[in-house]
């Protein structure tokens, strides 16, 4: 059995683990050993022993990956349960749910279960991936394979572009493409990003609401897959402008707006300007008031600076920025690398430096905080530098229905250091 395979196979297992709410390794064996079926479907010739299942979940694979198997396992179950379909759990072995209305029938497991599983992913919409043969040490390696493995991820960068559509907006008289990501169905929300990152940076979260909402990922215009070319304003005021001209085009009349960093600025001022519109808004370590730009920003949108910059001297600058404000020592490199992937060439390198210069704290003071009828939640990240706790505790005092949830373990870029936090909240509240 070659390497790659071992994973892959050693993967689906652990995640059928996780499925079936079995903590200890022996009786994933005996579940193995008396499941034929299930067993020729995962890949093995024979069953590996439980010393080699311990050592590849506790010695091989990263905590990052294992929580990635748990939250797959537990989204899942999530949508067996929406979907009627009864998934065998242990009784006395049971997951830590994510919901109240979490709840399972016990039964012994059929030959047919995994299929069942199969078919409601497959009707759910979910993105089904497994690990390639590197996947135990570094995350972000990942490689396409058949439904049967069951294991949810969200796409890599290269695979997130892929499944971006595109559409033409003016702004200030521009015309300029709009690079977006639309799935789902139900009552639209949109999530937009802030500045140096792009709409990949929504990969764990957006995807998961899916099965009861259309969720609309845009990149803003000057990053990710849109417009770069050096020709027109990056501002959060031209960015509510293209929001609005992409909403016109998607024939969307009401949204939620789910916003992070300047994609928050942009959430506040569009929610003013058109309370109609806005019915929900969750504002993550968002710009406001006077709390921008910080000074890395301020000084990447000189242009004597951008001017003595190459490309790899852009890279090596957001590679520490991204890695020294997460607050894991340990970052995931699919996050780093993502992150990065979009500023590898001049015109990308230029039309970062713009975006910076383009943030202007008159954006957020002219705002009518009074105006925002939406209800709102704020969900904050509470050990950020950039954007601290203080300004969402002045926004809940500002704003006529807002709720202040703070989660601690988090930086700025808070949807990475607590995604399954993250989600919880955001779906109880959505």
């Known amino acids: 059995m070659n390497e790659f395979l071992r994973v892959e196979q050693l993967f689906r297992a652990f995640l059928l683990k996780e499925l079936h709410g079995r903590t200890h390794e022996t009786a994933l064996v005996e579940f193995l050993d008396q499941s034929s079926t299930i067993r020729v479907r995962l890949g093995f010739d024979t069953i590996p022993d439980q010393s080699t299942l311990w050592r590849t979940w506790n010695q091989h694979f990263t905590e990052n990956l294992r929580q990635t198997i748990q939250t797959a396992a537990r989204t899942i179950l999530l949508k067996a349960t929406d979907a009627g379909v009864s998934v065998p759990r242990k009784p006395e072995e049971s997951m830590q749910d994510t919901a109240d209305e ?47 493995g069951v294991y949810l991820t969200m796409p890599r960068h290269t695979e997130w572009t892929e499944r971006q559509e595109s559409a033409t907006v003016t702004v200030d008289g521009h015309d300029l493409d709009v690079a977006y990501y639309d799935e789902g169905e139900g009552n639209p929300v949109v999530f937009l990003h802030g500045i140096p990152t792009w709409s990949f940076l929504w990969r764990d979260v957006a995807p998961t609401l899916e099965d009861e909402r259309r969720v609309i990922v845009p990149d803003m215009v000057g990053y990710g897959n849109s417009s770069m070319e050096d020709s027109f304003d990056r501002s959060i005021r031209a960015q509510e402008q293209m929001i609005d001209g992409l909403l016109d085009e998607l024939d969307i009349e009401t949204i939620s707006f789910v916003g992070h960093d300047l994609g928050g600025g942009v959430g506040l001022r569009y929610a003013s300007h058109r309370p109609d519109v806005v019915e929900e808004l969750v504002l993550s370590n968002s710009i406001a008031y006077d709390s921008w730009p910080i000074q890395t920003i301020v000084d990447l949108g000189l242009p004597s600076k951008i001017n003595e910059m190459s490309v790899d ?93 703070g989660l601690d373990d988090a930086n700025h870029w808070v949807m990475q250091d607590r995604p399954d936090a993250y989600r919880e909240e955001l779906r109880s509240f959505l």
Not at 114 to 142: G, V, W
Request: hydrophobic residues 35%.
């Open 313 to 405: 001297d852009v890279q090596e600058m957001l590679d520490d920025l991204f890695r020294q404000t997460l607050f894991s020592d340990d970052p995931s490199e699919e996050y780093v690398e993502g992150m990065k992937a979009q500023w590898q060439s001049e015109e990308a390198a230029i039309s970062l430096s713009r975006n910076a210069i383009a943030t202007n704290t008159n954006h957020t003071t002219e705002i009518d905080y009074e105006n925002i009828s939406a209800e709102t939640l704020l969900l904050w990240g509470t050990n950020d530098e950039f954007q601290p706790v203080s300004y969402a505790e002045r926004l809940k005092e500002d704003l006529s229905d807002a709720e202040l949830e």
């Open 102 to 148: 979490l709840e399972f029938r016990t039964q012994t497991p059929g030959p047919d279960h995994l299929s069942r599983l199969t078919r409601l992913t497959n009707s759910s919409k979910l993105r089904i991936l497994a690990p390639c043969s590197r996947c135990c040490l570094n995350s972000h390696e990942i490689s396409t394979m058949d439904a049967a």
